[in-house]
T-cell receptor
């Protein structure tokens, strides 16, 4: 079964510092991976998606993620954190034979001034 | 862009009553809608898959008689929490996939969620 695991339930960075949120996947077939962001009491907003076209994926708000098959990873990065980036981030994978979107445990990003 | 509207955004009800949550795709048609439940500080757990014109498919452990899902049109799916109890208090989020989108690589469009509190 396909799944994703997010390492670190809570990440704290200073404003202007690099953001790195980790996601590893498990899949016997080429996975389709996504990163979503959730602000308090709101739904989810798509940051970016990997669909095998390119291993380095650029998303909105300056985020990007790199698909590394050798490491089964799809980590999310942003060169310089902004206070407005503080939110919950979810890595997700589509289960290929059902179309269901399955989420990782989530990582809370805290940005300190 | 594709917009999913969820209503109400929050609701408080008494134990034993039923609550209906609506999920509408405003500018696209959705063959499939998904319902998720999210407890505080936790991830989204898929409850069921709703397909227009057919019965919903529930995930293991989700009571179908408790959480009634109806997907009567290509733009509307509803989740009814029947005989609600305090343990049903949670954040419920719907999502939709546009008709014709290639399933395996199409993202879901999410509603803003409904905060249900059962007293």
């Amino acid at each position: 079964a396909q799944s994703v695991t997010q390492l670190g339930s809570h990440v704290s960075v200073s404003e202007g510092a690099l953001v790195l949120l980790r996601c590893n996947y498990s899949s016997s077939v080429p996975p389709y991976l996504f990163w979503y962001v959730q602000y308090p009491n709101q739904g989810l907003q798509l940051l970016l998606k990997y669909t095998s076209a390119a291993t380095l994926v650029k998303g909105i708000n300056g985020f990007e993620a790199e698909f590394k098959k050798s490491e089964t990873s799809f980590h999310l990065t942003k060169p310089s954190a902004h206070m407005s980036d503080a939110a919950e981030y979810f890595c997700a994978v589509i289960v290929s034979n059902t179309g269901k979107l399955i989420f990782g445990q989530g990582t809370t990003l805290q940005v300190k001034p | 862009g594709a917009v999913v509207s969820q209503h109400p955004s929050w609701v408080i009800c008494k134990s034993g009553t039923s609550v209906k949550i609506e999920c509408r795709s405003l500018d696209f048609q959705a063959t499939t809608m998904f319902w998720y439940r999210q407890f505080p500080k936790q991830s989204l757990m898929l409850m069921a898959t709703s397909n227009e014109g057919s019965k919903a498919t529930y995930e293991q452990g989700v009571e179908k008689d408790k959480f009634l899902i109806n997907h009567a049109s290509l733009t509307l799916s509803t989740l009814t929490v029947t005989s609600a109890h305090p343990e049903d208090s949670s954040f419920y989020i719907c999502s939709a996939r546009e008709v014709g989108e290639y399933v395996v690589n199409s993202p879901l469009h999410f509603g803003n969620g409904t905060r249900l509190t059962v007293t």
